[in-house]
């Protein structure tokens, strides 16, 4: 099977370029930077576990029917005369912010997994009647069936990507109401699977905004370096529209003098190629990011975009390039302002802030997409990026509809993030056991991921083993490693697997010549507990750890870098140790109210010292 998909990848990256991402037709990129009207603040909600708004008494669903009665939520009824039964009022309702999970807004809500209801009301006029508007959700967790002015929009699966729909011909100046029914509930089939070990915080998590575009307009723009020449910026720029076809668009770079004029075809795409003996390229020491304006017809649109490479050479990691160690941390997206589901820019500050503290140059997302705002942050801050799909433990690998999920979720990320320069690994999955049916699934994900990127590295977070029964001996037997770019790992010698001293014991067999990352190693510790080195859950435990681990991986001889687990503390609701433990991961290097433990400066002062030794 290998041997094929090595075949099958040549011929991706040949004609990769000419492979545009269609994962979500209409999809707008780059909504960061486009005019908006947020649909942010106070919506009224309903919280319906029966999901009586959507079934009647038949548990037959409303929206199937062409009466479907002031049983349907989404109709948003109201009594017509004092006889009238409608047994809901969303505007009589209480209010929930968005965005945010409910589970933190609403303490009856804390541990709730199912429907809730959202509803938002509010005028608009198009400042052109030719335009086209359209509603974008930046996340919804899990699943959201959207309707507007009483009429189905469409569904979207999956927690942690972008996603919107056309309103253009609902649209009124007043009076529109959008309702969006939003179900957290793990499913078996789902990606991710009933078994995870984050909090599922539901509810519409991430910014919601109107979006207004001309009749044809700028929906698409895939623009890096060749990474085979890296005095060569290449790409595409997409049209949508009714009249896409023989259109001009110019592309701009004016730190670098660039005007270019590239013409669509007749799918609205323009490939674009231009040459450059100037760039000054993106790096952690240096992220320079240049203004790029694309400007059609009727529509323009701005970026910041970095320009750099990213490869590997044997062992080692090449940016520009050069090689380099990943100094980095691992991290979850909980506010470690409000606590929560994180979304503001304030959060992805303070989150990236600390991992510059520390000393790092590189973060994994983990174990989702993040909001856009880490990756934005990232570019101007220099930080490299692992962005990693939530394909997490036991997934059901057997069932197409899961695949068609996980792919989805994966593209919709790439589409987002994929002209983001401090991105560079996209991670297909995190700590799955091995079989024949894993392995097609991946592989047939991290084929799809090299389809649609031919620019950046793919890994996963395997798992290590015994190498040839010998207990002191670790290695990594898993196929899917030579699928990767970079092999990646997570282990926990000294905290699942003995105690911190094991760790002298242990030594590394890695036979493949690849970069090695170890995505995760770490322990629990409660801030302010103390004691001595052998006791769990103490500071000194987690430090002795971490002490004990870096001496332990000196000795693999491909390491280029790791990314502790984790950052911050963060909720699970499988950790209940009372007293310790009390709903929280402990393995953060910073508690959950921001208190440093006395790991974060044993890993400060190894990165420190990799930055001297550099």
């Known amino acids: 099977m290998f041997k094929t998909y090595r075949k099958v990848l040549l011929s991706i990256f040949v004609f990769s370029f000419c492979i545009y991402i269609t994962a979500q037709e209409n999809l707008l990129i780059n909504t960061y930077n486009r005019s908006s009207i947020s649909l942010n603040g106070d919506w009224n909600y309903i919280v319906d576990p029966y999901e009586n708004g959507f079934y009647n ?75 086209r508007v359209f509603v974008y959700f930046e996340a919804v967790n899990y699943q959201a069936d959207v309707y507007f002015n009483g009429e189905k929009l469409g569904t979207h699966i999956g927690g942690f990507t972008p996603f919107n729909f056309e309103v253009t011909e609902l649209l009124k100046e007043s009076d529109n109401f959008l309702i969006v029914k939003v179900d957290n509930k793990r499913k078996k089939e789902a990606v991710p699977t009933l078994n995870t070990d984050w909090w599922n915080y539901g509810g519409i998590t991430r910014d919601v905004k109107l979006v207004e575009v001309s009749n044809n307009y700028i929906q698409d723009y895939f623009i890096q370096l060749n990474p085979k020449n890296n005095q060569q910026i290449r790409g595409f720029v997409q049209l949508n529209g009714t009249d896409i076809s023989e259109k001009e668009i110019l592309v701009s770079i004016p730190e670098l003098k660039i005007n270019t004029k590239v013409l669509t075809n007749e799918q609205g795409i323009a490939s674009i190629e231009i040459k450059s003996k100037k760039i000054n390229y993106w790096s952690t020491q240096n992220p320079h990011l240049y203004t790029v304006i694309l400007t059609s017809e009727s529509d323009e649109i701005k970026d910041q975009i970095g320009f ?86 036991t997934i059901a690998w057997d069932n197409i509809e899961t ?36 392995n097609i699934f991946l592989t047939n994900l991290a084929a799809h991921t090299r389809k649609l990127d031919p620019t950046r590295l793919i890994s996963a977070a395997l798992e290590q083993s015994n190498f040839e029964g010998n207990a002191t001996i670790r290695t990594i037997h898993d196929s899917f490693a030579d699928v990767v770019d970079v092999l990646s790992f997570n282990q926990y010698v000294g905290w699942y697997d003995g105690l911190p001293e094991k760790c002298g014991q242990i030594t590394w067999k890695i036979t493949q010549n690849k970069p090695v990352l170890i995505s995760e190693f770490g322990a629990g510790a409660k801030v ?87």
């Open 57 to 131: 008494y038949r548990y037959e669903p409303f929206e199937n029917q062409t009466k479907p009665g002031n049983g349907a939520f989404f109709i948003n009824a109201k009594p017509k005369d004092k006889t009238d039964l409608v047994e809901y009022d969303f505007d009589l309702s209480d209010v929930i912010q968005v965005p945010s999970d409910w589970n933190t807004q609403k303490e009856n809500l804390f541990y709730y997994e199912g429907t809730v209801w959202y509803k938002k009301s509010f005028d608009y006029v198009k400042m052109n009647q030719d335009n």
């Open 403 to 438: 695949y068609k999920n996980a792919e989805n979720q994966l593209t919709e990320v790439i589409n987002r993030d994929k002209n983001r320069a401090s991105v560079i690994i996209w991670s297909m999955a995190n700590e799955t056991p091995t079989s024949e049916p894993r």
């Open 528 to 614: 302010g507990l103390h004691g001595d080195k052998l006791t769990r859950w103490t500071e000194e435990y987690q430090e002795d750890v971490y002490i004990q681990t870096l001496k332990m991986i000196e000795g693999i001889e491909q390491l280029q870098g790791f990314s502790p687990w984790i950052l911050v503390d963060f909720r699970s609701p499988r950790r209940v140790l009372p007293k310790i433990q009390d709903g929280w991961n402990r393995k953060g290097l910073i508690s959950e109210d921001g208190q440093k433990k006395k790991a974060f400066f044993i890993l400060k002062n190894y990165y420190d010292g990799k930055n001297a030794s550099n």
């Open 308 to 393: 750099r490479t990213i490869k590997t050479s044997g062992q080692e990691i090449l940016l520009n390039d050069e090689k380099i160690f990943l100094k980095g941390i691992s991290i979850h997206e909980e506010s470690p302002i409000k606590g929560g589901r994180g979304s503001t820019i304030e959060d992805a500050q303070q989150l990236l802030n600390w991992a510059k503290e520390l000393g790092c140059n590189y973060v994994r997302l983990a174990h989702y997409p993040h909001n856009e705002h880490m990756v934005r942050l990232a570019d101007k801050m220099g930080i490299l990026v692992w962005e990693e799909n939530p394909v997490y433990w």
